[in-house]
């Protein structure tokens, strides 16, 4: 099984700041990653694909990075929408997610 | 536009199966892709049950395998969610969702919670 570790579990941020969240896989999986935020009470929606490839209608200010077994998710100015909970998960072997990162208002 | 709908009792006995079904409008879903589950206990991660390829070919988490029958009902348009034997660890909320190449899901249902409870 391939384990994915998100670091950290929760992050707390301000408007405006740049916001990165590492995903870390237990053994290398390519490029074949994505990123989900998931609000309270929602489905997650998919934000990345292919470790940087942005889904589309998804704001530019969302990008990723990485290959093999390191990840990240970066938010380029935080907006008060982006407050939400993220999730990577590695499609190289069946689906596995992350524990999830919390972005919370500081 | 691809819509997805989750259904099913939101009250199961311990040692019973768990039957859910998602519909989908706005696509055949007998012409292609991938349809999957994946489920979430309350305040937890989430965690993939399994896919079914149109043709009926179904793919499930290593974990859940003796448990888990995933089947397509192409007259219908839905596809459909059997876990046998579920104890209060199966309590989630239950994600019906599509994937062009069983890698990502960019379309989701908005969830139903199950509950395990006698």
């Known amino acids: 099984d391939i384990q994915m570790t998100q670091s950290p579990s929760t992050l707390s941020a301000s408007v405006g700041d740049r916001v990165t969240i590492t995903c870390r896989a237990s053994?290398?999986?390519?490029?074949?990653l994505a990123w989900y935020q998931q609000k309270p009470g929602k489905a997650p929606k998919l934000l990345i694909y292919?470790?940087?490839i942005l889904e589309s209608g998804v704001p530019s200010r969302f990008s990723g990075s990485g290959s093999g077994t390191e990840f990240t998710l970066t938010i380029h100015s935080l907006q008060p929408d982006d407050f939400a909970t993220y999730y990577c998960?590695?499609?190289?072997?069946?689906?596995?997610f992350g524990q999830g990162t919390k972005v919370e208002i500081k | 536009q691809v819509q997805l709908q989750e259904s099913g009792p939101g009250l199961v006995k311990p040692s019973e199966t768990l039957s859910l079904t998602c519909t989908v409008s706005?696509?055949?879903?007998?012409?292609?892709?991938?349809w999957g589950w994946i489920r979430q206990p309350p305040g937890k991660g989430l965690e993939w049950i399994g896919s079914?390829?149109?043709?009926?070919?179904?793919y499930y988490n290593p974990s859940l395998k003796s448990r888990v029958t995933i089947s397509v009902d192409t007259s219908k348009n839905q596809f459909s969610l059997k876990l046998s034997s579920v104890t209060a660890a199966d309590t989630a909320v239950y994600y019906c969702?599509?994937?062009?190449?069983?890698?990502?899901?960019?379309?989701w249902g908005q969830g139903t919670l199950v509950t395990v409870s006698s």
């Open positions: 969702a599509h994937s062009y190449a069983n890698d990502y899901s960019d379309n």
């Open positions: 053994q290398s999986i390519s490029r074949w």
């Open positions: 998960q590695q499609y190289n072997s069946y689906w596995t």
């Open positions: 292919m470790a940087s």
């Open positions: 706005g696509y055949s879903i007998s012409s292609a892709y991938y």
């Open positions: 079914i390829y149109h043709s009926g070919s179904t």
